[in-house]
């Protein structure tokens, strides 16, 4: 009978193959922890990426932290982008980037005013004041100028800090939608008049995940897994239980405050940054090549990228687009 239970033992250790230790995985995001990465914190928190058999780390970026360059350089394996004018970027320095999902199927830049009756409209803007930070200015801000006729006279420097917009109601200030109105109606006392940019044009995928083109070609079954996962912790994040990723994002920046992230959520919910008619038959993290194509044409015309660079080589469409995690 011993001898008998021990072959049994023996013969289980044997059927144990590799495939069950978890694939270890490091993903960098774009700043610290917050809401808007809370789908990949609830994969983490809830043991998604754990049934997918991987072991996700996810490094967090911040001011002195490039988790693109280290991506790129092979010292992590994701990474999470912004809109899509940065593979663009890179597919023209021939950089080794590849898009694979995007999580938000809207970029949640806006524009913010006061709610007097000042500015109705989104040209109306082109009489205000508008405080814009750097990066704004060569950036998103040539394609307001290209498509819409803004002036760079009408720029002024915005150093993170609401105080200037508050004080100049002829002024405009630059946020994300799922953020800066909450920090203007908490020091303003007002609900600031929001103006996605995605409404007016600005029609690019953000909050992407990115990777290389050498971890494509040698661990596809990685790359599949850690897309699907990914989007099934997006689905539960904002429709089922994301206590345990709150905790966890509050865990790594207790300057997110439990309000904040319930905006946030609320936010990315009611402007369909993440599930909308766009992809609810193909799914979370969906991208249509056509909207990357125009897109493109778009940063073409506004100078930002030059007409002759194989944008192509900066995205792989065979991960999404799959109908996993739609809407009932």
Do not use: C
């Not at 809109?83 to 694979?100: D, G, S």
């Not at 100028?145 to 002024?156: I, L, P, R, T, Y």
């Not at 089922?240 to 990315?268: C, K």
């Amino acid at each position: 009978m011993m001898l008998a239970r021990l072959i049994a033992s023996i013969a289980a250790l044997l059927f144990i193959t590799p495939a069950s230790a978890a694939d270890k995985v490091r993903f960098g995001t774009n700043w610290m922890a917050q809401p808007e990465h809370g789908g990949f914190y609830q994969a983490v928190a809830d043991g998604t990426y754990a049934r997918y058999g991987l072991d996700v780390e996810i490094v967090q970026g911040g001011p002195q932290v490039n988790n693109r360059l280290l991506m790129i350089n092979g010292q992590l394996d994701f990474y999470m982008g912004g809109n899509l004018l940065q593979p663009f970027t890179a597919a023209e320095r021939k950089q080794p980037v590849v898009v694979v999902a995007a999580i938000f199927q809207k970029d949640p830049q806006i524009l913010l005013t006061h709610p007097d009756d000042s500015f109705r409209t989104f040209a109306d803007l082109k009489k205000a004041t508008l405080f814009l930070s750097q990066q704004t200015v060569v950036s998103t801000f040539q394609w307001m100028k290209s498509e819409w006729g803004f002036s760079d006279a009408q720029v002024k420097p915005y150093a993170f800090s609401p105080a200037p917009f508050l004080a100049d109601k002829r002024s405009a200030q630059q946020g994300y939608v799922t953020s800066e109105p909450f920090t203007i109606e908490r020091a303003g006392g007002f609900k600031p008049r929001i103006f996605l940019l995605a409404d007016y044009g600005f029609d690019s995928y953000s909050t992407t995940i990115e990777t290389r083109p050498d971890l494509i070609a040698k661990k596809s079954d990685i790359v599949s897994r850690f897309v699907n996962a990914s989007i099934e912790g997006w689905k539960t994040y904002l429709n089922g239980d994301n206590t345990a990723a709150n905790a966890l994002i509050r865990q790594l920046n207790p300057d997110i405050s439990p309000e904040l992230i319930d905006y946030s959520v609320r936010a990315m919910r009611a402007y369909g940054l993440v599930e909308n008619a766009d992809n609810r038959t193909t799914g979370i993290g969906a991208m249509d090549p056509a909207k990357v194509e125009n897109f493109f044409r778009d940063m073409v015309k506004a100078g930002l990228v030059k007409p002759d660079t194989d944008w192509r080589k900066a995205f792989n469409f065979t991960y999404v687009n799959r109908g996993l995690a739609t809407k009932k």
